[in-house]
């Protein structure tokens, strides 16, 4: 597939076709994101689905136009519907994002995610040390937690290497996100201070990503940095307003409602990078 120019299809467009579309976005996440990430889809203009029985996982997968994997709370029913969702989404052509909390942390967790990657995801998104790991490549990270910065040659390098031996797009997010097809390459400032302070905002980042690719099947890539910046121009919008984590919470919401595609467009610091 060869890559959209930004400034023929600004990112806005891509807002404007995940809400003509109100795609269906099957979750299974973990028990702390749930309901902020059925919220976030909300207010930007998808629809959530919270399905995680193995008894149903393949069926609904089939019938939705995304599906999004988070193993944060994972057991092993879970995880058995996570590889039986994710099968189904590979043969039937149905884009889906990986997003492997905290895989360094347990055996159970690099498992999964070993078992998982077969399946072909269209997008990885994880913080540097979640990615660094998956890569093969020793990481201090610690829970959920990052030790290292997405602008570290090693983490960058296991990106592109991720998503070339995937073929896959890898978003790597942190202060500044770094975004990579194996070729292409972008940098993405945003967001706001307060964003590391509030739990889940990541996962619920994961399912709007999923969102916006199957709102735009044939431009993956692009859409993926759109899903990004949103929500780098919204946190930004929603800091202005924010006293603390809680009200910045509320604050993104009412941002990721109100942002116009003009403003996705034009407020978006993206970066291409040349050499990675």
Known sequence: MTLRSFNEHPLGDYLVALRAMTPLVHCITNYVAMNSTANLLLATGASPAMLHAKEEAAEFA???????????????????????ATSTANRQGIP???????????????????KLLPHQPTVIRGNSSEILTLNGLSSQGRGVDTTASTQDTSATTAAVALARQHRCIVAMTGQKDFITNGTNHYYLKGGHALMPRITALGC???ALVAGFVAAEKAHPFEACIAALACFAVAG?????????????EVALLDALYQLTPNNLS??????????V
């Open 236 to 248: 930004s919008q929603a800091g202005q307003y924010a006293t603390g984590p809680g009200s910045f």
């Open 96 to 114: 889906w994002v990986l997003d492997p909390v905290a895989v360094g942390a347990t055996h159970f967790r690099q498992t999964l995610c070993a």
């Open 62 to 84: 089939a019938i939705s136009c995304a599906l999004a994997i988070n193993i944060g709370t994972i057991s092993t029913p879970w995880a058995e519907a996570m590889l039986m």
């Open 266 to 275: 034009t407020l978006a610091q993206l970066e291409a990078v040349h050499a």
């Open 204 to 206: 619920g980042l994961s």
